[in-house]
């Protein structure tokens, strides 16, 4: 079964403009979460969806949001960006979410803010 | 406000000795705990979780012990093996509210040969 896939992995953007990432859960997984990690600052938790709804939402500003597809791959969008959105942003799927089952993540997405 | 305490960013252990990591936290609604390791360029993986209504819970070489009155969590791997280098986060997650995962800020292990 393949993992949990993202892309792009590496990605440069310049401040005040705006950025997709996509995630492609394993195959039968509904639940689809997403972290932020920097240093010092571990994986923060942006938001969880399940069957294309938002069941959570973490600590984050209005510029992070995210939506989810049928097939249940998963996009994140980042709006007008700041340096200090530069961040490894992870993807992480489950079967049912909650902490429950168990998450696995994908290889992350690097993305660097000049 | 950081909820999960990992105070260590690093630890040196020999190969075939204990390495042991060590997480707090704050939040006394967390009620089940997950530690995770992290190769470079990899996404976390999962090790292995404790409930709160446990004190231990062991798989293979990696032990975890949960102290609920000092909030506190250790990792247990013994015996060490080179493999083992990583960054390793604990986290943590409350039955209350929404169950997301709260992270630790991480600890890298370095197995030395």
């Known amino acids: 079964k393949a993992g949990v896939t993202q892309t792009p992995r590496y990605l440069i953007k310049t401040r005040g403009q705006q950025v997709t990432l996509s995630c492609s859960p394993i195959s039968g997984h509904r639940s689809v979460s997403w972290y932020q990690q920097t240093p010092g600052q571990g994986l923060q938790f942006l938001f969880e969806y399940f069957s294309e709804t938002q069941r959570n939402k973490g600590n984050f500003p209005g510029r992070f949001s995210g939506r989810q597809f049928s097939n249940s791959r998963s996009e994140m969008n980042v709006s007008t960006l700041e340096l200090g959105d530069s961040a490894l942003y992870l993807c992480?799927?489950?079967?049912?979410?909650?902490?429950?089952?168990?998450?696995?993540f994908g290889p992350g997405t690097r993305l660097t803010v000049t | 406000d950081q909820q999960v305490k990992q105070n260590s960013p690093s630890l040196s252990v020999q190969e075939g000795r204990i390495s042991i990591l060590n997480c707090d936290y704050t939040?006394?609604?967390?009620?089940?705990f997950l530690w995770y390791k992290k190769y470079p360029a990899e996404g976390p993986t999962f090790l292995i979780s404790?409930?709160?209504?446990?004190d231990k819970n062991e798989d293979g070489r990696f032990t975890v012990f949960l102290n609920k009155s000092a909030k506190h969590l250790s990792l247990h791997i013994v015996p060490s093996q080179p493999g083992d280098s990583a960054v390793y986060f604990c986290?943590?997650?409350?039955?209350?509210?929404?169950?997301?995962?709260?992270f630790g800020t991480g600890t890298r292990l370095t197995i030395i040969p």
């Open positions: 986290a943590a997650s409350s039955n209350f509210g929404n169950e997301k995962l709260t």
């Open positions: 992480a799927s489950s079967l049912e979410g909650g902490r429950r089952y168990e998450q696995y």
């Open positions: 939040n006394s609604m967390f009620d089940y």
């Open positions: 404790i409930s709160s209504i446990k």
